[in-house]
């Protein structure tokens, strides 16, 4: 950096910090951003039932790398000691699918299997919801799979029943595999499951995801919602290989919850005859994608990109006004490089306050958050991409209100296309007023798309869920997302030095 950008520099922050309007204002942005933050988090309940007792609602199990988890299916297992071999085939898939009561007490079931249901062979650390375990599985309409610890997933080949299915352990290494005829197996996938002990669980399983359905609304957006469904699976041609194993089969509801009366909601359970195993499961393995999650203690930065807008447009077009400018562009003659120090500077210091408030905001909602409420828990990485995402969308943002107040000279009119170009199409796409597909390309093409920073959970092809901008999932990658505005506001900087170059303050 040469000395002369550096007087430039120096010259900017001064202008910056010696108006108390604009420090006032990124202050209040980083205090909107805590404060919403803590209301947000301090006004959020939930409350669980027992029958007509409130009591504590339980919290998700945690999988194998403290991700939070859905582990909730019908298991009829055996121990296996060390090394064995588990094989089955699934011979039937049926199911069915509670929809909403046409006639008031009679109860609307049909029958169909919802595209995520799954049956096959499993081996399991222990029925302790969140263990380590690896499957492969016949599903309702993507094919044989491979899953483990619920976030793998590997697809086999297409189709559903009959398919005999395998899975094999040698130490800490289960390898699936699935066959037409029992004979010719295919190799599906491996999983190598670290600190697996001796004894496991291996045997049969069953599990229905809810039925999930969007429907769109009045506005044009769509309603989403989730119906109880079951499965059940016909398998047969049993046999389990290995130390401990022959013996009786054991049966659990793993993870389900009990009624006051001591009853398992929405049980499955098996029917057996000889060497036919039928089945019948509820609930998902599979990672949890329905909790709060922490992007959502920053929800007052939408307002603190109000504010710095503002800020950062009227940092360039308050010389305009007041005609400054002359003098500016007088001591420093390379206009281009004057601008590119006000960019600095407005970028700078809205990240550091920016930062400052995200930084604070995520650990303290976390700890404040009211009863009941639980926060999707994420690795270390991802938390302070969130941290320092939202800071730099901010600080790009003032930039591109920056370079607009530059092509413009006027700071209202300014505002009014950062917030048109950034916040409109935002709250347009996450609003549920227009069709996902419109909501999605919005966050692809606008400057908008800079807002997928923040998304902390992905989304995943195993999980049925509705991947869309209103339920916080965004069409591009966080970073692709934020390169798009980025060159956005790269765009605008650029047309903004050509045109100061050229025609007169």
């Known amino acids: 950096m040469t000395s002369d950008f550096r007087h430039l520099l120096r010259a900017e922050w001064t202008k910056l910090r010696t108006v108390r309007g604009w420090m006032a204002g990124l202050a209040a942005a980083a205090l909107l951003i805590v404060g919403i933050g803590v209301l947000f988090a301090t006004g959020s309940h939930s409350s669980c039932s027992n029958g007509p007792v409130e009591v504590p609602c339980l919290v998700p199990p945690l999988g194998p790398d403290g991700e939070a988890v859905q582990d909730r299916f019908y298991f009829v297992h055996q121990p296996l000691d060390g090394d064995g071999t588990i094989t089955a085939r699934v011979r039937s898939m049926t199911g069915q699918i509670r929809l909403p009561d046409a006639t008031p007490g009679v109860r609307n079931v049909v029958s169909g299997v919802v595209p995520w249901a799954k049956a096959g062979v499993m081996i399991k650390r222990s029925t302790e919801p969140g263990s380590a375990y690896a499957a492969v599985m016949v599903t309702g ?37 699935e066959s037409a005829d029992g004979e010719r197996w295919i190799k599906v996938g491996t999983a190598r499951l670290p600190g697996l002990p001796a004894r496991v669980r291996v045997g049969l399983f069953a599990a229905s995801p809810g039925d999930v359905r969007v429907t769109p609304n009045t506005l044009g957006g769509s309603a989403v919602s989730s119906r109880f469904a ?63 999650t922490i992007e959502r203690s920053l929800v007052g930065s939408l307002i603190a990109l109000i504010v710095v807008i503002v800020v950062a447009a009227q940092f360039v077009t308050a010389e305009y006004r007041r005609g400054l400018i002359h003098t500016t562009l007088l001591a420093a003659p390379r206009r281009g490089r004057t601008l590119a120090a006000k960019a600095v500077v407005a970028g700078g210091a809205t990240f550091v306050f920016g930062l400052a408030a995200t930084a ?8 404040l958050q009211g009863g009941g409420v639980f926060t999707l828990p994420v690795s270390a990485w991802t938390e302070w991409r969130v941290i320092a995402g939202v800071a730099a969308l901010l600080a790009v943002a003032a930039v591109f209100a920056l370079a607009l ?56 092809e195993q999980v049925t869920g509705h991947y869309a901008p209103a339920s916080g999932y965004f069409p591009l990658p966080p970073w692709a997302g934020f390169a798009v505005l980025c060159a956005y506001a790269g765009l605008a900087l650029g047309v903004a030095a050509y045109r100061i170059e050229r025609r007169d303050a």
Do not use: C, K
């Open 230 to 292: 079951e499965v059940t699976a016909t398998m047969d041609e049993v046999g389990v290989r290995g130390a401990a194993t022959g013996g009786s089969w054991s049966r659990d509801d793993v993870g389900a919850e009990v009624e006051p009366d001591g009853s398992v909601h929405h049980g499955g359970g098996l029917v057996r005859n000889g060497g036919t195993f039928a089945v019948t499961g509820t609930g998902d393995i599979a990672p949890n994608t329905t909790e709060s």
């Open 141 to 177: 309409a993507h094919g044989v799979r491979m899953q483990h610890d619920f976030t793998e997933d590997v697809a086999g080949t297409a189709g559903g029943s009959p398919r005999w299915l395998r899975l094999t352990r040698t130490g800490e290494t289960i390898t699936g595999e």
């Open 360 to 367: 604070v905001t995520v650990p303290l909602a976390g700890r």
């Open 405 to 460: 107040g530059t092509l413009f000279r006027r700071g209202s009119t300014a505002v009014i296309a950062a917030i048109a170009g950034l916040v409109v199409p935002y709250v347009l796409a996450i609003a549920s007023i227009l069709p996902d597909e419109v909501s999605r390309w919005l966050l692809r093409l606008t400057p908008a798309a800079g807002f997928a920073i923040q998304q902390s959970i992905p989304e995943y």
